[in-house]
C-alpha cells in the first residue's frame, strides 16, 4: 500500500507541475499551539445543519477497523480486572457524532449471555455503561432517538472535548474517532482527557495524517471535486501526524501504546457498474463507491493509536 500512496502522490505532484493540481497548504507553524478557529476553513458548524446526514458521512465504513482495534485494547484492560470482584468499565465515545461508533460497540459487547439494565450492559460480573459526548445538540438529540428505537442503553451528553463533564478518574475507556482533526487546541483537550482517565484507563484514537496523499485524497478529490463531504468537513493544516500525537501524549502524562500498535487504515473503493450507476444517479461517492476500510501498515492517510494512563507511583 505505501507504493499505491507513493504513486498516487506523484501522480498529484506531476498534475500540480503543470497547473492541473492545487499545492499542498503549508501547515501550521506549530500544530499544537492554541489556533484561532477564524484562520481556518474548517466548518464545525455543520453538524447541526439539518442538512447534514450522517447517514451520508460515511464514518460507519470505518467501524469495523476503529472499533475492533478498540475493543482489543478494552479487552486488555477487562482481563487485568480480579474476576472475584464486580467491576463497573465506563466507556466514552468522546465527539460521538450521531453515535456511528458507540452503538458499534453496544452491539459489540452486548450478545446472548449478557443483559440490559438502565445502568448498562450486565455480562457476569462486569457492568459495561456506555457513554457518548459531542458538541452538536442536534447530533445527541439523533443518537437519543436511535437508542431509544433499538432500546439501547447509551447516556449521552451535549458537551466540550475542552472542559468534560465528567469527574477526574471517572472514565475507563475512551474512543475518539475522526475528531482530533477537528480541535483548534489539542493540549487542552488531551488534558482534559488525561484528567476523566482512571488510572490504567485506556484511549483509544483515529485521526488524519498530515501528509501531501490524505491533502490530494480528502481535500483536494473528496471535499473539492467530489463534494463528497457535505461542506467544508476537513482543513488539511489541522491534521496531526503521529510524531505529533505522540508529544501530546507524553505531555499530558499518558503512557502511548507500542509502535506495533500504532497502524494505518484505509478505504477500498469499488469501481463496479452497480456503483458507477448509483454514483451518476446522484448517490454520492462516499456511498456509491467506498466500501468498508482495512487496516494497513501505510499511515499516509488514516491511522490509530492509543495510550494509558499510569497507575499512581
Request: contains cysteine; charged residues 20%; negative net charge.
Amino acid at each position: 500500500m505505501a507504493l499505491i500512496s507513493w504513486a498516487a502522490e506523484r501522480a498529484c505532484a506531476l498534475l500540480h507541475a503543470v497547473g492541473l493540481a492545487p499545492s499542498v497548504p503549508e501547515p501550521y507553524a506549530d500544530r499544537l499551539a492554541k489556533l484561532d478557529p477564524a484562520t481556518s476553513s474548517l466548518d464545525n458548524e455543520i453538524y447541526d445543519s439539518h442538512t447534514f446526514d450522517w447517514s451520508r458521512s460515511g464514518l460507519a465504513l470505518l467501524n469495523p477497523v476503529r472499533v475492533n482495534y478498540f475493543l482489543d485494547k478494552l479487552h486488555r484492560l477487562v482481563s487485568t480486572l480480579d474476576p472475584a470482584q464486580s467491576h463497573t468499565i465506563t466507556i466514552l465515545d468522546l465527539g460521538c457524532g450521531s453515535g456511528i461508533a458507540v452503538e458499534a460497540i453496544y452491539d459489540a459487547i452486548a450478545h446472548s449471555h449478557t443483559r440490559v439494565t438502565a445502568d448498562g450492559i450486565v455480562d457476569g460480573n462486569i457492568t459495561y455503561k456506555l457513554l457518548g459526548i459531542d458538541m452538536s445538540s442536534r447530533s445527541i438529540e439523533l443518537g437519543r432517538q436511535r437508542a431509544a428505537s433499538r432500546g439501547m442503553s447509551i447516556e449521552y451528553v451535549v458537551g466540550d472535548i475542552y472542559a468534560l463533564p465528567f469527574s477526574s478518574a471517572s472514565i475507563d475507556a475512551i474512543i475518539c474517532s475522526d475528531v482530533l482533526e477537528h480541535l483548534f487546541d489539542l493540549r487542552s483537550a488531551f488534558s482534559h482527557i488525561a484528567r476523566v482517565l482512571k488510572p490504567n484507563g485506556v484511549f483509544s484514537f483515529d485521526t488524519i495524517n498530515r501528509t501531501p496523499t490524505s491533502f490530494y485524497l480528502t481535500i483536494w478529490i473528496l471535499q473539492e471535486i467530489l463534494r463528497a463531504m457535505q461542506g467544508d468537513a476537513h482543513d488539511h493544516r489541522l491534521y496531526l501526524t503521529p510524531q505529533e500525537a505522540h508529544t501530546l501524549m507524553r505531555d499530558s502524562k499518558l503512557i502511548p501504546g507500542p509502535q506495533t500498535d500504532l497502524v494505518g487504515m484505509r478505504p477500498r473503493i469499488q469501481l463496479s457498474p452497480i456503483a458507477i450507476y448509483k454514483l451518476l444517479t446522484g448517490a454520492g461517492f462516499i456511498s456509491s463507491c467506498l466500501t468498508t476500510f482495512t487496516q494497513t501498515s501505510d499511515l499516509s492517510i488514516s491511522y490509530l493509536h492509543w495510550c494509558s494512563k499510569p497507575p499512581p507511583p
